[in-house]
């Protein structure tokens, strides 16, 4: 099934986003704010249009970057949901999370494509000016600009081997330190690292009053929390199949009710995603948006049966609920619990934000007993 990404990207804070070898690529407004300020510090220098052109190889290198990961990840048979850039570089969603000897190698394959890209236009630059001024390139006087790409490639490769989360680096640090101490607490120390860092970054860019660095510093902070985050998440769900956490009291509509009839149930209910039945068989699916989209084109008199998504995501109840939770922020929607044929129950990301919540309170407590 097509990821349906319109919905995560609008609230995930995209601004646009294109295909580039069939993989979507979203960037975070965030992004868009780093161009901004980087051509205005372009503008100050002398060259305007080659730091606008050194922005821009960048920025292609940090995309060639990430799909370097996915190429790898690929390898292993693990799709790319989507590539978000942001401004301290890219993040390439993947499908699962790959084990900690893929993880090992997807990792090293960003910093590996800016060396290569490094080596290629200091290749071309030899053979183009005989050699590189390098005193010239580090002064960044708008001299040699394969070379200050080149050198630019050489930093992110660097900065993102940092061992830390959410570099390249912490991932690799990860997959080592997961072979010795387990993946959670492996997750949570390259984590902390990150955090540590991130601190470490910003004290110094206060005090040298670098604000690039504070800059960095903060996304570097987000990325490590957000990291622990997910780890919690995944703790709270892993083994636990999708019937534990699914809405079991739920109402359906009969394919032959108007959309009338759902905004009623739209209003008489807190649900806001039904399913639509044809006797016991479950045929389509009426979210909150289509009923009101419908409600606006086709009137309240169109039938259900007529508007309604026939491609929804069907859930089984054995299922680990680590993957349900990855399969429905993928999709956006409402999922489907289905046994064979048979609709066993609902799964929406708001009752399973309830289901972590009340573990995590059941876990504190079980920890103070
Ligand atoms: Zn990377």
């Known amino acids: 099934m097509e990821p349906r990404n319109q919905k995560t990207a609008a609230s995930n804070g995209g601004l646009f986003s294109l295909r580039v070898f069939g993989v979507p690529v979203r960037f975070h407004f965030t992004f868009v704010l780093f161009v901004i300020f980087l051509a205005v510090i372009g503008l100050e220098g002398p060259s305007g249009a080659q730091a606008a052109i050194y922005v821009l190889a960048l920025f292609g290198s940090v995309l060639l970057h990430e799909f370097g990961h996915s190429f790898v990840s690929r390898r292993y048979g693990i799709r790319t949901i989507e590539i978000v850039l942001f401004p301290i570089g890219g993040v390439a969603r993947l499908e699962r999370n ?62 993102n081997l940092l061992p830390a989360f959410p570099m390249d680096g912490g991932r690799v640090l990860r997959s080592m330190l997961a072979l010795k101490y387990g993946e959670s607490q492996a997750t949570e120390l390259a984590a902390k690292a990150g955090r540590i860092l991130a ?23 987000l990325g490590a929390a957000q990291e622990s985050a997910a780890l919690m998440g995944r703790q709270l769900t892993q083994g636990v199949p999708v019937s534990a956490a699914m809405i079991t009291d739920f109402r359906t509509l009969s394919h032959g009710q108007t959309i009338r009839d759902a905004a009623n149930l739209l209003l008489a209910t807190s649900q806001q995603d039904f399913p639509v039945m044809s006797g016991s068989n479950v045929i389509g699916l009426l979210s909150r948006g289509t009923l009101l989209r419908a409600m606006a084109q086709e009137g309240p008199d169109s039938y259900v049966a007529g508007v309604m998504e026939r491609d929804f995501l069907r859930l089984d109840p054995r299922m680990d609920l680590s993957e349900a939770m990855l399969l429905l922020a993928q999709a956006g929607t409402c999922a489907l619990v289905m046994e064979g044929e048979e609709l066993r129950g609902l799964l929406t990301a708001e009752n399973l934000t309830e289901f972590l919540l009340l573990r995590r309170l059941d876990r504190t407590n079980v920890e103070r007993a």
């Open 199 to 221: 601190i470490g970054m910003g004290l110094y860019g206060l005090i040298s009053a670098n604000y690039m660095l504070i800059f960095i510093a903060f996304f570097v902070y």
């Open 98 to 159: 790959p084990k900690p000897a893929e993880e090992l190698w997807i990792a090293l394959a960003g910093p590996a494509v800016n060396i290569v890209i490094a080596g290629v236009l200091i290749g071309l630059a030899a053979g183009l000016f005989g050699s590189l001024d390098w005193d010239q390139v580090f002064r960044r006087r708008g001299g040699n600009l394969l070379g200050q790409v080149a050198l630019g490639n050489i930093v992110l490769a660097l900065f």
